[in-house]
């Protein structure tokens, strides 16, 4: 029984850990899936700067035409028009790349959260299955603690029976010597 007990009091404490390791698991998973909000806010906002920058340029591209058109004293400002074009394209190519550097990093995020989920799910059918275990085993205490007393009632029917018995061949052993002392005068 005492063997059962400590069964019974390990199993508890492993189904504590795993709770508790759900719970952690649950914590990071949940700042997994902030950060991962936060990068598709950022995306959103890069991909806004993007739109500006090409209306931009096309604001640029615009103005250099008109000024090809107006002046041809208007190189030095179309050269820097066009350092101005080169500088927002290279910019739209960094915003490019920015924002394929962090879908990459999203992609690693949501792959981490789904093996997260993954592992939750592990976690939770090991818990589930220590918790049936559990049932089971107190189950079995409780039936052996039943039989237990049905064996100690029995226990002290048939001791009772024994001291019946006992007291009557005691009672008949105290009869017949007198018995057989009658007969013999």
């Known amino acids: 029984m005492l063997g059962v007990s400590k069964q019974l009091d390990a199993s508890r404490q492993d189904v504590v850990r795993l709770t508790d390791q759900v719970k952690r698991v649950e914590r990071v998973k949940d700042k997994i899936a902030a950060d991962a909000l936060e990068l598709s806010r950022t995306i959103t906002t890069l ?94 205490l409780s039936s052996t603690k039943e039989s237990w007393k049905k064996e100690a009632n029995n226990n002290k029917e048939l001791s009772k029976t024994i001291l019946k018995k006992d007291d009557e061949i005691q009672n008949l052993r105290r009869r017949s010597p007198v018995r057989s002392n009658r007969s013999k005068p």
Not at 56 to 72: A, C, I, M, Y
Not at 91 to 105: L, P, V, W
Not at 116 to 137: A, C, G, I, S, V
């Open 47 to 140: 991909k806004r700067e993007i739109k500006g920058l090409e209306l931009q340029l096309n604001e640029s591209e615009k103005t250099v035409g008109k000024l090809r058109k107006r002046t041809g004293q208007g190189t030095l400002k179309y050269k820097l028009l066009a350092e101005d074009e080169r500088y927002y394209r290279l910019s739209y190519g960094d915003a490019n790349r920015m924002i394929e550097k962090q879908t990459d990093q999203l992609t690693l995020l949501n792959n981490y959260v789904l093996q997260l989920k993954t592992h939750n799910t592990e976690l939770e059918d090991q818990r589930k299955k220590f918790l049936d275990h559990l049932k089971d085993f107190a189950y079995q």
